[in-house]
């Protein structure tokens, strides 16, 4: 294991191959760099604002110090900022100008100095009192808001409730403090004071306090709608007299009528009242309601007339409004918190952060630490890629739509146009009170108008509340690949496993992370750019992975379309051992490839568990830092990404023997780093089943010929409304999203796969657990116990201990082959200790425990 080298991890090339790229140094984007990095004090920079955040803040700072200062200080420093002696201008008197003016000490204490002396001075005693720490508050909130852009309380809010506070409080201690003062105080300061002096000489000492009640009452009522009320009494009646309604009224005589002849009553049709009805057919619907004590006496019914709730009766006020209804929060038991404590560092992290230290990280690309990513200029530069939408395409386009619509007595409000690489969306806005469903309807009719193939009608757009209209432009513009590689997006893209799709219909680059789809489902009639697509899917992921962390299991039954990855084997693909061909063509060899990835999976899931961790990355990591020793098995784990180009042809040929490892590999694999691509021409239901259909959240949907095959593969219509070409639609579950497929021509695919064919790779492909077709073999009568592996014993002790049939376990804990386990799990079926095999499921134990195992092993060397 050629761990010693592993510190050296060094990958510049891959920045350089940025750097490289030639759109990156293209004349024609510089002058729009330059431009970003010239200064600006543009006010809508936002800098003006951040200096004038930093203003407040640091100015909320110093009156808090002057002020907190003031409160210990203001005694020493009275002589020196008292207007008798000077006031302000004090500022900037000397020492001996200042005794000459009275002041007995000259030199202040306040930790702001003069000016911090005065300001307090000014703004607590003669001001506001101890109220006018709120500027500190108010000013902190502004600056902390224009500086950090994090809203703590609203600006208009605090500006608010500052401004009554200063008031309030000032007045309230004010009028406190004149119960024992006869003089201003720091309390309340002098507005406070004389305020309260005015007031009271008006009011009264009552009336101020009133006054003072009410103002504190009135706030907060404002802040929080508070409650006022007097002890409950009982509720009889549900509407105040006068408020009930007549039929109401009628109701109850009748029901009054029946209670005092004590007859059977008819059934009363009560309006449903409780709840708002939703709309006016519901709001007559009445309920009809038959007290069960007069149900026997069915013949001697009384018609009484139904009482049909007219659709005002329900806005009728409800006797406990939502807003009346008072809300008691249960306090929550605050958590306990917990101690604080420090983790003793366990034997083996102590030893994985010594070979850290002694040797680096683990570098999984250090085996191929030459290899050089392939750069943008193995693509083809297919021109400008500017869209060409003319003007006058446009407004004949938006004029046919509105007439159209006009036709139909559909007006609108507006239309705007986003123009895209293959089709430019018309969004619009109808005139209130039109219905989405009409517009709906008038696909066809203004598909014909437009005379164009491919219209879509989106009613409503999800989000926006707009309907939008995509007609495709006269002259698509094609999505090269190199496009899309050489822009920022791309480059700065740090997803798992990045697929960059191409562009959507605002013409911006769309990159989508296969990791976390975590398959997906192709599908597109032919000739629709289904193979360019799985082409740009693959081009993509060559150009960000190393061959340490990726590796393609292909399969092309159709063996033209994936030939060209050939020369890549020893760098990217995976195959089985013993193969010759790394492309697989074969239904049987697919079914098995298929089965061995189901081992690999459970084999990836047993060393996450012997890990502890939940996914491959969090896996990889701890490999990484060495805290999962190789010798027990542990390797790193690279992205294993299965690509299916003809799955219709598989479903056919092999069937259910295919679609269950597909099904189990969908729903269990995500999380250890195999990801399915699977691409058909034939989206029928015999096809992509329910099964399959389930664990594929993300399909790509190129143009198919029916409505049908659209709803099969996307659950909607859609699909058969593209125009071909690259045109596709892409369902991540939620969203419906079209995007032109970024073009990638066989040439460049060649050329790529040249490019790191020609590199050095590893000794092989990536091996695949082997998959050994257990059907028919290893019957018991096959079993020669002379002949059982000498760790066959070992084996059977580690089943029964562990219940669990699993070859991988004998593999790891036995430090075994992958044959050599397969043959001793043979031997152990044969043998009667383990059940047949079940699949990729672990197979039944069939010994309960050690003794009894140890009993069977003992009888065993009896008879040898
Ligand atoms: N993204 C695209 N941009 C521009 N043209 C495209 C795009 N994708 C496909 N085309 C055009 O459509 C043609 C057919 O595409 P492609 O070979 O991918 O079809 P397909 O769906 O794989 O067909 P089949 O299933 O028969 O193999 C291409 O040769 C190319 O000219």
Not at 93 to 113: F, H, R, S, Y
Not at 472 to 478: A, C, G, I, L, V
């Amino acid at each position: 294991m050629a761990v010693r080298g592993n510190q050296f991890k060094t990958n510049t090339f891959r920045d350089k191959g940025a750097e490289n790229a030639p759109g990156k140094s293209s004349s024609s984007r510089q002058p729009k760099e330059k431009k970003e990095y010239l200064p600006s004090f543009d006010l809508q920079d936002g800098r003006a604002v951040k200096i004038v955040g930093l203003f407040f803040v640091i100015l909320s700072l110093y009156f808090l110090i002057a002020f907190t200062s003031y409160l210990f200080t203001w005694q020493d420093d009275q002589s020196y900022v008292i207007d008798a002696n000077g006031g302000w201008g004090n500022l900037f008197k000397t020492a001996e100008e200042l005794k000459d003016a009275g002041v007995d000490i000259p030199v202040v204490q306040n930790w702001l100095g003069k000016f911090g002396a005065l300001l307090s001075h000014q703004f607590i005693y003669e001001w506001f009192g101890i109220a006018s720490f709120l500027f500190v508050l108010a000013f902190f909130i502004i600056g902390y808001r224009l500086l950090f852009k994090v809203k703590i309380l609203s600006i208009s809010k605090t500006l608010g409730y500052s401004f009554f506070f200063l008031l309030f409080i000032s007045l309230t201690l004010g009028f406190a403090h004149g119960f024992w003062g006869e003089s201003p105080h720091y309390l309340e300061g002098e507005f406070g004071y004389w305020s309260n002096k005015l007031l009271s000489a008006q009011i009264g000492a009552a009336g101020v306090a009133g006054l003072i009640a009410f103002a504190g009452l009135t706030i907060l009522i404002i802040a929080y709608n508070i409650d006022f009320k007097l002890p409950e009494r009982k509720e009889k009646e549900v509407y105040l007299d006068n408020e009930t309604p007549d039929y109401v009224n009628e109701v109850r005589e009748k029901f009054a009528q029946n209670r005092a002849a004590e007859e059977p009553s008819e059934p009363i049709e009560f309006p449903v009242r409780d709840k708002p009805p939703v709309n006016n057919e519901r709001r007559q619907q009445n309920v009809v309601l038959q007290p069960s004590r007069f149900e026997e006496k069915e013949e001697d019914k009384q018609v009484i007339a139904p009482v049909v709730l007219s659709p005002l009766a329900t806005n009728l006020p409800l006797a406990t409004s939502a807003a009346a209804m008072p809300l008691t929060v249960e306090p929550t038991i605050e958590e306990e918190k917990e101690p604080a404590f420090t983790i003793e560092k366990t034997e083996e992290e102590k030893k994985s952060d010594d070979l850290v230290e002694q040797f680096g990280n683990y570098d999984e690309k250090l085996d191929l630490s030459g290899y050089k990513y392939p750069t943008v200029d193995l693509l083809e530069n297919y021109g400008t890629n500017k869209i060409s939408v003319n003007a006058e395409e446009l407004e004949a386009n938006k004029n046919k739509i509105v007439e159209t619509l006009n036709h139909y007595n559909i007006e609108i409000d507006k239309i705007k146009a986003t123009i895209g690489p293959t089709v430019t969306l018309y969004e619009i806005i109808p005139a209130p009170g039109v219905r989405i469903s009409k517009i709906k309807n008038l696909e066809d009719d203004i598909a014909l108008s437009l005379a164009a193939l491919g219209i879509r009608i989106i009613a409503p757009m999800p989000g926006k509340g707009t309907i939008g209209i995509e007609v495709p432009n006269q002259h698509p513009e094609m999505v090269p690949m190199r496009s899309i590689l050489n822009t920022e997006k791309w480059t700065q893209n740090t997803m798992d496993l990045p697929i960059a799709l191409g562009k959507t219909i605002s013409n911006e680059v769309f990159i989508a992370d296969l990791a976390k789809m975590p398959h997906l489902l192709v599908a597109g009639a032919t000739g629709q750019g289904k193979s360019v697509g799985i082409n740009s899917i693959l081009v993509s992921l060559l150009f960000k992975k190393h061959p340490a962390q990726l590796k393609f299991v292909l399969v092309d039954p159709k063996k033209v379309e994936l030939t060209l990855f050939n020369r890549i084997e020893r760098h990217f693909l995976a195959k089985l051992p013993g193969e010759a061909d790394a492309i697989i063509t074969d239904t049987k060899k697919v079914v098995n490839t298929l089965n061995s990835l189901c081992i690999e999976m459970d084999q990836r899931y047993d060393l996450l568990k012997d890990a502890q961790v939940r996914n491959l990355k969090e896996y990889n990591d701890k490999f990484i830092k060495r805290k999962l020793n190789p010798n027990n098995g542990h390797r790193f784990l690279p992205f294993i990404v299965l690509v299916v180009d003809e799955f219709a042809d598989l479903m056919m040929t092999a069937g259910k023997e295919v679609e269950a490892p597909i099904a189990r590999l969908a729903q269990l694999a995500r999380a250890i780093g195999i990801h399915l691509v699977l691409a058909t021409q034939r989206p029928s239901v015999n096809i992509i089943t329910g099964t399959i259909k389930a664990n594929f959240p993300a399909r790509l949907a190129f143009r198919v010929l029916s409505k049908i095959d659209s709803r099969t593969i996307l659950d909607s219509g859609g699909a058969d409304q593209l125009i071909g070409r690259g045109d596709m639609l892409l369902s991540t579950g939620s969203d419906l999203i079209r995007l032109q497929c970024a073009f990638v021509d066989t040439p460049e695919v060649d050329r790529i796969s040249e490019y790191i064919g020609n590199q050095r790779g590893y000794a092989d492909a990536y091996q695949l657990p082997e998959y050994i077709d257990e059907a028919g073999e290893g019957s018991k009568a096959d079993f020669d116990p002379n002949e059982r592996d000498k760790f066959f014993e070992d084996a059977a002790r580690l089943i029964v201990m562990h219940q669990q049939g699993s070859t991988s376990l004998i593999q790891r804990k036995l430090k075994l082959g992958y044959n050599r386990a397969g043959r001793i799990i043979d031997q152990l079926e044969a043998a009667g200790i383990v059940g047949p095999f079940e699949g990729s499921k672990a197979r039944e134990v069939l010994y309960p425990d050690e003794y009894s195992l140890e009993q069977f092993l003992n009888s065993m060397d009896d008879k040898d």
